[in-house]
């Protein structure tokens, strides 16, 4: 039976359908929603402007699973609800008015249930890194083959930055240096150990992974598919610096490209930039699968499923 997996972010709610009928997960259907639910947070509460937005939006996600027979929809929140005061109000309100039930998982978790997304795809051995950035947070998680040595949730998420520091459409000199001096400290107060290993490779997956990696294909010419894409630092600070320009050709590549991401794809990258100087990463391939799919797994799991 086909089933849906909302998957509710500080900056997107995303809905894709799973066929697992078969030997591998399947999408067949997706979904896509910019909310940009840290936008409505007041004095840590998500106010009534964002719990209407998020309501709505989660409505029309059930009503498409209702029209198209799917019976079975599993809901999880990330650093969008785990970081409000007010969260069991949203998830009651939204339970009352959706049908629909929230479940929000911890940062490890998050990191978790990536890295499970990324093994299934990629099969991965040996010693990396999982990198995750989304709006609200980064989670990041290092492991050996199929242990885990090591994970965190970094508040460093590329709406969360741009909302924080950024005062303009661009980031300036002055506040790139200040999200600089913000990601040193959550690495020095959370995860001291992400600057004491040896080089690793890193997969990235989420929208600003994916953003670079439509960026550089478009700056190259390249026709690589995005899920399996390989890049180098410098490719990606050539990405970065090309569209730190800001000249015609840079917005042009904005405007056609990812419209939605204008004001968040440069404090994006350059914290990830930042990241991979502190976790001494040395190459990175891009995935479109993630904590999505980890989540799916997790679900076909607990229900005794398998594939």
């Known amino acids: 039976m086909p089933t849906a997996i909302i998957d509710i972010g500080s900056n997107s709610i995303r809905m894709f359908v799973y066929d697992t009928s078969g030997k591998k997960l399947k999408r067949i259907f997706k979904q896509k929603e910019y909310a940009e639910l840290i936008r409505y947070i007041d004095d840590g509460k998500l106010n009534k402007k964002g719990i209407k937005k998020l309501t709505g939006t989660l409505k029309t996600f059930k009503l498409i699973c209702d029209l198209i027979s799917i019976k079975e929809i599993n809901c999880f929140a990330t650093a969008s609800l785990r970081k409000i005061s007010n969260s069991q109000e949203v998830l009651s309100t939204v339970k009352r008015r959706a049908g629909i039930d929230i479940n929000i998982i911890s940062g490890k978790e998050e990191a978790e249930l990536g890295y499970d997304g990324l093994n299934y795809a990629f099969g991965l051995e040996g010693s990396g890194m999982a990198m995750?950035?989304?709006?609200?947070?980064?989670?990041?998680?290092?492991?050996?083959?199929?242990?885990?040595?090591?994970?965190?949730?970094?508040?460093?998420?590329?709406?969360?930055?741009?909302?924080?520091?950024?005062?303009?459409?661009?980031?300036?000199?002055?506040?790139?240096?200040?999200?600089?001096?913000?990601?040193?400290?959550?690495?020095?107060?959370?995860?001291?150990?992400?600057?004491?290993?040896?080089?690793?490779?890193?997969?990235?997956?989420?929208?600003?992974?994916?953003?670079?990696?439509?960026?550089?294909?478009?700056?190259?010419?390249?026709?690589?598919?995005?899920?399996?894409?390989?890049?180098?630092?410098?490719?990606?600070?050539?990405?970065?610096?090309?569209?730190?320009?800001?000249?015609?050709?840079?917005?042009?590549?904005?405007?056609?490209?990812?419209?939605?991401?204008?004001?968040?794809?440069?404090?994006?990258?350059?914290?990830?930039?930042?990241?991979?100087?502190?976790?001494?990463?040395?190459?990175?391939?891009?995935?479109?699968?993630?904590?999505?799919?980890?989540?799916?797994?997790?679900?076909m799991r607990t229900n005794t499923l398998t594939i």
């Open 132 to 299: 995750d950035m989304g709006g609200g947070s980064t989670e990041l998680l290092l492991y050996n083959g199929e242990n885990i040595l090591n994970a965190v949730s970094l508040d460093v998420g590329s709406l969360a930055l741009f909302q924080q520091y950024i005062f303009g459409l661009f980031p300036t000199d002055e506040e790139i240096e200040t999200i600089r001096e913000h990601i040193k400290n959550e690495v020095l107060s959370q995860a001291v150990w992400l600057s004491e290993g040896a080089p690793v490779s890193a997969h990235l997956s989420g929208g600003t992974a994916r953003a670079i990696a439509r960026l550089h294909r478009a700056i190259i010419k390249g026709t690589t598919d995005i899920h399996g894409y390989n890049m180098s630092i410098a490719d990606i600070q050539m990405v970065y610096d090309t569209i730190n320009k800001r000249d015609n050709y840079a917005i042009t590549l904005l405007t056609e490209i990812m419209p939605e991401r204008i004001h968040i794809i440069l404090p994006g990258m350059f914290a990830y930039l930042e990241l991979f100087k502190i976790c001494n990463i040395s190459d990175i391939t891009i995935s479109d699968y993630g904590v999505r799919e980890g989540y799916m797994l997790k679900c």
